[in-house]
């Protein structure tokens, strides 16, 4: 099930980053902001009581004249109305309403997309409540008073947004036993030539079905009499026309697709080599504990010798290091070379995602590597794993007990994950710890 995906617009200067700070910090809920993003700052995952949601800060509005206030405007609302589920637009009522507003207002009120209208910078509802009212002739809906400097009517704000959410499709896609791939990466390395030569060789494409929650096309394809269910994080690119932006929004479409996958298949150029934002973007997939393919592709117009893809793979893993679980794939979109594996190296990371193992087995792996490497110790008091279980599946979660949790250093941790993807693969999929403090009796 994917999280739904919240927007924050409005002209510059009206408190739009101060709201997504307050949301997003810990005053109010959760959280983290997405390794390998956090310098960009452009998204947070978040949740209010018991929703949890994905929250997009369309800042970077700097115009230096009306037209351009207008034109940019519009470009950053189309993107969050591409991308989002419920739009919060938000207005100053010290400025009081302007044109700009106006413009973006109508845009919204044309666009399907549900908005909630809220009012910055209302300190004091007696002194600010009568201006409120002059938002209603934006004519989308009731304006709701809020200051994010004092976090007032942010509860109210949330408790509005979050009442929006489709419950419906998310349980749609709970239900949905297919196996769902996100086909992520840079504009322009191949993803939705992949997905055409699959459809095209297979000649077999079942329907295109609009995604649950956003703009993004779920295309059924079926391989060997099994569906698989390929999400394109390209549909949305084509409709917008932004250039400087397409590349920090690439992160976002990313973000809403590998929500709803199993697996992402990270596309890379394989002229252009793997690059930061390549990175970024694999770090969403592992953050979210999903199965990582990572595809090579034109990998047919590469000048090659017996050596090179060796070499190619060798400066893959170390940039993506952070990821050493991942499979990787040389292709192309164009001629279809290697393209049919993609099949099989899905049904095996599918499985290894949803992979079971039995406690008694597991803790036998456990102590096998225990006696192999003795545990840290500190200042005289060592370590002790107790009992180990799993937890959850996609991705395989355990639980480790010991007696003190500030002994398990992290470099411990992962030779556990080592030992226990010797035993058991885990190929394509990440591994989480849980370590519980648990008295020695």
């Given at each position: ?29 959760i959280?983290?902001d ?17 929703m ?9 509005i ?45 845009m ?5 997309k ?18 409120v ?59 939705s ?23 993004a ?5 079926v391989?060997?009499k ?16 932004i250039?400087?932006?397409?590349e ?72 993506l ?21 993609l ?18 087995v ?12 003795q ?67």
């Amino acid at each position: 099930m994917g999280k739904p995906v919240v927007a924050v617009i409005g002209r510059p200067n009206v408190g739009k980053s101060t709201l997504f700070n307050v949301i997003a910090g810990d005053s109010i809920s959760i959280v983290k902001d997405t390794p390998g993003v956090t310098r960009d700052r452009i998204y947070a995952d978040c949740n209010w009581l018991d929703m949890n949601f994905t929250l997009i800060d369309t800042g970077g509005i700097e115009p230096e004249s009306t037209d351009i206030i207008l034109s940019q405007m519009r470009q950053q609302a189309q993107i969050a109305i591409d991308n989002a589920d419920v739009i919060i637009f938000m207005t100053d009522v010290r400025q009081g309403l302007v044109d700009a507003d106006l413009k973006v207002a109508d845009m919204l009120r044309r666009s399907r997309k549900t908005v909630v209208l809220a009012v910055n910078k209302v300190d004091s509802i007696q002194k600010f409540g009568n201006d409120v009212y002059e938002f209603y002739n934006m004519g989308i809906g009731d304006p709701m008073p809020i200051s994010a400097a004092s976090r007032l009517g942010i509860g109210d704000l949330l408790d509005a947004v979050c009442s929006h959410f489709d419950k419906a499709s998310a349980l749609q896609d709970i239900q949905d036993d297919r196996p769902k791939i996100a086909i992520i990466g840079k504009p322009n390395v191949g993803k939705s030539s992949i997905i055409n030569k699959l459809i095209g060789t297979s000649r077999v494409i079942v329907s295109d079905i609009a995604g649950t929650t956003r703009d993004a096309i779920d295309t059924v394809i079926v391989h060997n009499k099994k569906e698989y269910v390929f999400i394109d994080t390209a549909g949305i690119r084509r409709k917008s026309k932004i250039k400087e932006e397409l590349e920090r929004y690439s992160i976002i479409r990313a973000v809403t697709a590998v929500e709803r996958a199993d697996v992402s298949i990270l596309v890379i150029d394989a002229l252009e080599g793997v690059s930061e934002q390549d990175a970024k973007i694999a770090g969403i997939a592992h953050d979210r504990g999903k199965g990582v393919i990572v595809a090579v592709n034109k990998w047919d117009l590469v000048t090659k010798d017996n050596k090179t893809m060796n070499e190619h793979l060798s400066n893959l893993k170390r940039i993506l290091s952070f990821i050493p679980y991942a499979e990787y794939i040389f292709i192309s979109a164009v001629s279809g070379q290697r393209l049919y594996k993609l099949f099989d190296l899905i049904d095996m990371v599918v499985a290894n995602h949803a992979l079971r193992i039995q406690t008694g087995v597991l803790n036998e792996i456990i102590s096998e590597a225990v006696v192999l490497q003795q545990p840290p110790s500190d200042k005289g008091k060592r370590l002790k794993i107790f009992y180990s279980t799993q937890a959850a599946v996609k991705p395989p979660t355990f639980v480790v007990f010991v007696n003190n949790k500030e002994l398990m250093h992290f470099s411990y941790v992962r030779y556990l994950e080592n030992k226990i993807r010797e035993a058991f693969g885990f190929r394509g999929v990440p591994i989480r710890f849980i370590i519980r403090e648990r008295q020695d009796k």
